[in-house]
């Protein structure tokens, strides 16, 4: 379906349709509780307020709310052009376009209120929306209808797609499943196993020209929820601008059901998830803090599983962060857990990227976007970097890559690096202090970004893009410590709960900080903003 043939159809809606959207009253309330009586997909939504009706202060509230959450991503004007969009992929949505993915009315068809209010409220695994349950359902309410003046959608849908009664999931539906999905070709682009490997993947794009990468299946991942019947509204209303077709008119109900119950078992019962909101808290403990992921300290801790979400989109990556968190009353220490199958920590090579983890404070009760804060709304950030711990133990040289380089590249070096292996004689690389500063010109001239490192942890501030700034050195007071084994990291920080540094998070038992995640896969190409990251949670100290 291409942007013009929307546009056509917007056009004979304003022309011909005659149930028009009434955004004040209680018709909308009247449709909503019918649908949900009649077993459709608003089910999700039973325990939440009705809609409200639209007010001019409802619509002065969205645009505030606006501009607080979704601005950076979607722009001012809700065209997918905010300061964050370049960091992103997919690219963020352009409203004007008045185009949605997810939907419970036909394909081609504008979504209905509830549509955008639950992709708000949910968010969109897959991609960098983020969940906005944190705010309130009034709330999510203002955004949803101020979204739709944005994409000037007036009018209510001529028909919604009413969800049949769901069949088992018998042996029997699952071989149907399995068979349909050869028979539709959906190995094409989500591949053999619903990996989103197919031999189309890598040439998928979406209605604006952008790559529109398949769904990986097997994560769990489905956008516009992961309830079976979420998934038989896509498979019948297709994803409107991007390359999922509906199979309404191609595929059975008793098919499209099939259809789901087989691409459910690829992921078994894992579903994922957006990062939301939530409390973390650090429980009070006696003795002091160990750097030792592995110390017994954490056996007993209560770990919080915080879902991640990809800035950039990719087949491989982790799908939560284990968080525990413990104080003594004069320190914090966070131990933070994540899955990473091919550990990565060195940073000498221009094609070398390193894993890393990052623990993000708000410096004010009222957060500011979790996108590194903003102007006037300042955040901590405590960011440990493998490539940095390697460093503290031996310094890493071009030498690590590439054995015997000096004989390759100095000739007459030979004598005191030889390069026949038959010869040990190659002089060992020197931990970073016994170096000769003759060598290290930074270093003998006293440069401030060429001081050795005493902590693979750095301590920072940010307001925003492009911002990120190291503290000074005699301010940097955050220690910490990574182990890897069997595919995953286990990282763990320790500072004091306060510091004199005004730029440093202040911490006490009692009150609760603003706090975020974020892991970086070295070997999956992250680095700076391409990461996986989380929305802003509640730590909260013991007292006791």
Not at 82 to 96: D, M
């Amino acid at each position: 379906m291409s942007i013009g043939w929307r546009r056509a159809a917007g056009n004979r809606r304003d022309a011909g349709r005659e149930m028009k959207r009434t955004r004040i009253g209680f018709y909308g309330v009247i449709l909503a509780i019918a649908v949900f009586l009649a077993g459709g997909e608003f089910s999700h939504a039973s325990e939440e307020m009705p809609p409200p009706g639209v007010t001019p202060e409802l619509l002065e509230q969205g645009k505030k709310l606006y501009t607080e959450d979704c601005a950076v991503c979607h722009g001012t004007e809700g065209k997918g052009d905010g300061t964050g969009a370049y960091l992103l992929f997919p690219k963020p949505r352009n409203f004007t376009d008045g185009i949605f993915k997810v939907r419970s009315t036909p394909t081609g068809e504008l979504p209905r209120d509830v549509d955008l209010y639950r992709t708000i409220s949910e968010g969109m695994p897959g991609s960098a929306m983020s969940s906005f349950v944190s705010r309130t359902e009034a709330e999510r309410w203002a955004l949803t209808y101020y979204v739709l003046e944005m994409a000037d959608i007036r009018e209510e849908p001529e028909r919604v797609i009413q969800v049949p009664p769901e069949p088992p999931a018998t042996p029997e539906a699952l071989a149907e499943g399995k068979a349909l999905y050869t028979t539709f070709k959906c190995w094409e682009c989500h591949g053999d196993e619903g990996r989103g490997d197919g031999p189309s993947a890598a040439t998928s794009r979406d209605d604006w020209g952008y790559p529109n990468p398949p769904n990986d299946f097997t994560r769990g991942i489905y956008k516009g929820g992961g309830e079976n019947e979420d998934i038989y509204l896509r498979f019948t209303t297709g994803m409107d601008g991007a390359t999922m077709p509906s199979y309404e008119d191609s595929a059975s109900e008793e098919q499209r059901w099939a259809l789901v119950h087989y691409l459910k078992s690829l992921a078994g019962q894992k579903v994922a998830a957006q990062p939301g909101t939530g409390t973390i808290t650090a429980r009070k403990v006696t003795g002091s803090f160990s750097l030792n992921p592995t110390h017994p300290l954490w056996d007993d801790a209560p770990a919080s599983q915080i879902p991640v979400m990809l800035l950039w989109q990719r087949q491989q990556a982790a799908d939560t962060v284990s968080v525990k968190a413990a104080h003594n009353g004069s320190e914090i220490a966070f131990l933070l857990e994540w899955e990473d199958w091919e550990p990565a920590a060195r940073f000498i090579r221009h094609q070398d990227y390193t894993d890393g983890a990052a623990i993000q404070f708000s410096l004010s009760a009222e957060p500011p976007h979790f996108t590194m804060g903003e102007k006037d709304g300042t955040t901590n950030l405590w960011y440990w970097r493998a490539d940095r711990q390697m460093d503290l133990a031996r310094f890493q040289d071009v030498e690590d890559v590439y054995p015997r380089v000096v004989a390759d590249d100095y000739q007459f070096a030979k004598d005191r690096y030889p390069k026949d292996i038959e010869r040990p004689g190659h002089l060992a690389v020197l931990s970073a202090p016994a170096h000769d500063p003759l060598y290290l010109a930074g270093v003998s001239v006293g440069n401030l970004v060429s001081t050795w490192r005493t902590s693979a942890v750095e301590d920072l501030n940010a307001e925003g893009f492009g911002t990120l700034t190291a503290q000074k050195k005699q301010e940097q007071n955050v220690t910490g410590q990574g182990f890897w084994l069997n595919g995953v990291w286990k990282v763990v920080f320790v500072r004091s709960l306060k510091s004199e540094d005004p730029l440093d998070v202040q911490l006490a038992p009692g009150a609760q900080t603003p706090v975020a995640f974020a892991v970086w896969d070295g070997s999956q190409g992250d680095r700076d903003g391409q990461k996986a990251v989380t929305t802003w949670y509640d730590l909260r100290l013991d007292e006791e």
